[in-house]
């Protein structure tokens, strides 16, 4: 059996209008909504893995005589960074203010001391992973390796000659458990050939001593960094081939009458099987998505850092970019498919059919497919279809409504995010594990966060304790995007899925008054308008 939600879920608007934030460009908010413990069928597939979904993860990797630190999901439980609670020693470094023993801000040279292992300290993955998302506001990746690196060396080079090897010993294990965390959670920071060069650089010095371990550690750690890169190239390049062969519907249709006859109920008949397909798409193309882009997708200039040109190089956020392209898609696709047809009751079976899918999703923890999904059928062209809308039975479609009622900052929807992400960490099976958010409004919880406080103090401190509820946010997000999709793929659904021509606005439009007539004036000169652009007829 599946496991249904069954909390109330959530209340999410989606206006199907192009909302900007910050500097992502254009996110589609749906108005859409979820649902709780809505009806479920009771089909399971075979568990199959596609080669990008199983892709063995870095964290596999294994990391032998190498301190341990905690898994993402027992990262961030306290409230903030404290000090007593790893294997930190008092700093040896000035420049870092804790209250209560949570620490609450520093300057930029004492946190990447903090950041550094020595003979007698490692620091704890929390602190680890809130310095190397935040720091890049105030450094590139490759200024602070660098100086990382020297302050390796350094380290290395505290005792005298004599006791070398011992020194070696003890610093080497943690040096190396450092770069493979960093390989491991920020592995795209290494496509900068200068980040490259000093990881390799370090690295030789630790495999270069006497201890056999250590080279094979080190071996290990690059193999996997420079497989993940590969991987990313590769999924960059499938989505630069659909990108590029991406045609509108309507061009289609005019040249080529016969070959737009299918549609998505033809392909998939079934609302959960194309539930579970857009799931795959979904955790596919969270997967690439590094932590590190959500603080570069609202990066500005920090006003102590005179380099200029910081700005543009810091603000690579292509697959996040990547997925919201996905969402708006989706949305559109939706849309097309049910003002096509040029049955009235054709259209209403369309309509009824997108809501189960979306019943499905939200079942899965889908919620961001749920959302362009409800997001499509409430574009305007969809929407003003008032005789298609008579014909279908709206109750699913109410309830859908109301769990995603933006009233209350999306009360609804936090409610059975929520309800996910406990079934989420009780899971016993795979299916149970998938927590799928509504991305744009993830983007902009994290948005309103970063605007809502200053990177900096008045004294000039990096402010911590803002980046540790920003890392809070982002490790959550980190642990949901590491869910392997438990469903069987369909090669043909996704194919359809992702490559199938959509309408665009206007021809969506155009579609909607050719199916059910304009009914004002205005409605009308819109009509001979777009019969005059995109059919060439008066």
């Known amino acids: 059996m599946r496991h249904p939600l069954t909390l109330h879920a959530f209340s999410g608007s989606c206006n199907p209008e192009l909302l900007l934030i910050g500097h992502l460009g254009s996110l589609l908010e749906s108005k859409s909504h979820s649902r709780v413990g809505l009806k479920s069928s009771t089909k399971q597939k075979t568990t199959i893995f596609s080669a990008l979904a199983s892709e063995k993860s870095l964290s596999d990797c294994k990391k032998e ?25 008092e700093d040896s470094c000035g420049g870092l203010y804790y209250h209560d023993n949570n620490l609450l801000s520093g300057s930029l040279e004492a946190l990447i001391q903090h950041l550094v292992p020595n003979v007698d300290y490692y620091p704890d993955r929390t602190y680890i992973f809130t310095f190397l998302l935040s720091s890049r506001l105030f450094m590139h990746p490759y200024e602070l390796m660098a100086k990382v690196c020297h302050l390796c060396v350094e380290h290395q080079q505290l005792s005298d000659p004599d006791s070398d090897k011992n020194q070696m010993r003890k610093i080497a294990p943690k040096i190396l458990q450092l770069l493979t965390e960093w390989t491991e959670t920020f592995p795209y920071d290494f496509r900068d050939e200068r980040m490259m060069r ?15 371990t250590y080279r094979k550690n080190v071996q290990q750690m690059m193999q996997c960094l420079i497989r993940k890169l ?10 630069a081939k659909i990108s590029s062969t991406s045609t509108d519907r309507l061009t289609v249709l005019k040249t080529k009458p016969q070959s737009i006859q299918r549609d998505i109920i033809t392909i998939c008949n079934d609302p959960y099987t194309l539930a579970q397909q857009l799931t795959h798409i979904e955790l596919e193309r969270l997967n690439y998505i590094g932590p590190e882009e959500f603080v570069q997708a609202f990066v500005q200039k920090d006003p102590l850092d005179n380099d200029k040109s910081c700005y543009s190089e810091r603000k690579k956020t292509r697959n996040l970019e990547a997925y919201v392209e996905w969402f708006n898609r989706l949305s559109y696709l939706v849309a097309t498919e049910i003002c096509m047809p040029v049955k009235k009751k054709h259209r209403a079976r369309m309509i009824e059919y997108f809501i189960d899918v979306a019943r499905e999703c939200f079942n899965i923890g889908n919620f961001n497919s749920l959302m362009a999904i409800i997001s499509g059928m409430n574009m305007s062209p969809v929407s003003r279809l008032k005789k298609t809308w008579a014909k279908v039975k709206t109750a699913k479609f109410d309830i859908l409504e109301h769990q995603m009622d933006p009233s209350s900052n999306f009360y609804n929807y936090r409610t059975a995010l929520r309800g996910a992400a406990q079934r989420s960490l009780t899971a016993h099976s795979s299916r149970e594990k998938i927590v799928i958010p509504f991305f744009s409004l993830l983007i902009k919880d994290i948005y309103f966060l970063n605007e809502g406080c200053a990177n900096r103090l008045p004294n000039g401190h990096v402010n911590f304790e803002k980046f540790w509820e920003l890392a809070k946010q982002v490790s959550e997000f980190m642990t949901w995007k590491q869910v392997e999709c438990p469903f069987e793929r369909d090669r043909k659904i996704l194919q359809y899925l992702l490559t199938v021509p959509v309408f665009s606005e206007d021809a969506l439009y155009l579609a909607s008054y050719e199916s059910e007539g304009p009914e004002n004036h205005i409605e009308k000169d819109r009509w001979k308008s777009l019969r005059s652009t995109l059919l060439g007829r008066v």
């Open 230 to 239: 590969a991987t990313l190239s590769q999924y960059e390049e499938v989505l």
């Open 198 to 212: 000093n990881l390799k650089d370090l690295a030789h010095r630790i495999a270069s001593g006497e201890e056999q």
């Open 65 to 89: 005589s190498m301190p341990q630190t905690p898994p993402f999901s027992a990262m961030f439980d306290s409230s903030g960074y404290n000090r007593n609670l790893y294997q930190s020693a």
